[in-house]
């Protein structure tokens, strides 16, 4: 994978900035890019640290034509784009009865047209140089019902078959879609649907009111274990494989 380039939306903390360090640690020039410029620049100065070639490009995922400047302007300072992850991802909790228009709105901007604007824009660059690699990550939750999550879920689904159905679109030019699932992994999304100290052992135990049965493995993902996933995607280890789902939740789906 060395000396390709990768664009990776959600990169300023997550998955997302999981995934900007296991590009770069495998030769991968990335454009690092998300809505939240100061974290996003903490986060590339940290990789630069480690000599990371990763360069911050601030913008907002649900802005069509500001994606398309993005697009433009990272090609042009920076050549080709190789790969892109779609990892930028907003979570808003709440039944379907009290949920309100505007958590549902911006739950699918982010979620699923924030995928749809990146990949058209990419992926539209990709089809003439015939070569390219998108990875969406998804959740498990688009193929098992959670409640308390109706909009998440909904939206994660319609992002992977969105991006499934890109794929057999752009086959015939050599371009591999595929998504990756993650569970229950240590993030500050995560985090924020803990109320106490409780929650870690909670989310592995499961919750038989809730109809969650746990995680099989005894443990919560890391970003690295969705990032290293992700990764394997994008290399040419994979490159016989196009869309798919690969589930990284310890088996909390029970293989959904």
Not at 21 to 36: H, I, N, P, S, Y
Not at 53 to 81: M, Q, W
Not at 86 to 103: H, K, P, Q, Y
Not at 164 to 169: F, H, I, M
Request: charged share 20%.
């Amino acid at each position: 994978m060395e000396n390709r380039l990768a664009l990776v939306t959600g990169a300023a903390g997550g998955i997302g900035a999981a995934v900007a360090r296991e590009l770069g640690e495998r030769g991968v020039a990335v454009a690092a890019v998300d809505r939240d410029p100061d974290r996003l620049e903490e986060v590339v100065a940290k990789l630069g640290v480690d000599g990371l070639p990763v360069a911050p490009f601030p913008a907002d995922v649900t802005d069509s034509a500001a994606v398309d400047a993005l697009v433009a302007d990272v090609e042009r300072r920076l050549g080709p784009i190789d790969h892109l992850v779609n990892a930028a991802g907003v979570l808003r909790l709440g039944e379907v009865t009290d949920f309100s228009d505007d958590d549902w709105i911006s739950t699918f901007a982010v979620n699923t047209t924030g995928v749809f604007h990146l990949s058209r824009a990419v992926v539209g660059r990709m089809v003439p140089r015939r070569r390219g690699a998108v990875v969406t990550v998804a959740s498990n939750a688009a193929a098992t019902p959670r409640t308390g999550m109706a909009a998440y879920a909904a939206s994660k689904a319609a992002a992977e078959m969105f991006t499934k159905s890109l794929g057999l679109e752009v086959a015939r030019h050599g371009i591999r879609c595929n998504i990756v699932a993650p569970g229950s992994t240590d993030t500050p999304m995560l985090n924020s649907m803990w109320q106490d100290d409780s929650g870690p052992r909670a989310t592995l135990a499961g919750n038989l009111e809730a109809f969650r049965v746990g995680i099989p493995l005894g443990r919560l993902a890391q970003p690295a274990d969705v990032a290293q996933a992700v990764a394997f995607l994008l290399s040419e280890q994979a490159r016989h494989i196009t869309l798919h789902t690969l589930t990284v939740d310890g088996g909390a789906a029970l293989g959904a």
